[in-house]
């Protein structure tokens, strides 16, 4: 069965880092695209960084400078480097996989908490 899980999640002194990682199985990892959301409670779920199927990265201007996303396909691995950590950066962070190709699926892990405070 597909499989997404997230791991890395912490509390975190501001200005810490953390390291996310996204465990995947199940699918062709390769043909997939991947990206790394978040969520607070009470606001609605934003697009943190993406990494397509040729290693092209696009970042939330909020992190840009900050995080770096990564993959490594022959571990079927995502991995979100946070640097520079604000309590903004609170929130549920969740791991997402969508289908370059038919029939373009669309996977979520179950999400690590991210806690970023004083």
């Known amino acids: 069965q597909v499989q997404l899980v997230e791991s890395g999640g912490g509390l975190v002194q501001p200005g810490g880092s953390l390291r996310l990682s996204c465990a995947a199985s199940?699918?062709?990892?390769?043909?997939?695209?991947m990206s790394w959301y978040r969520q607070a409670p009470g606001k609605e779920r934003e697009l943190v960084a993406s990494?397509?199927?040729?290693?092209?990265?696009n970042y939330a201007e909020s992190v840009k400078g900050r995080f770096t996303i990564s993959r490594d396909n022959a571990k079927n691995t995502l991995n979100l480097q946070m640097n520079s950590l604000k309590p903004e950066d609170t929130a549920v962070y969740y791991c997402n996989a969508q289908g370059s190709l038919w029939p373009r699926n669309d996977y979520w892990g179950q999400g690590t908490q991210v806690t970023v405070s004083s």
């Open positions: 990494i397509t199927t040729i290693a092209y990265t």
């Open positions: 199940g699918f062709t990892f390769s043909t997939y695209s």
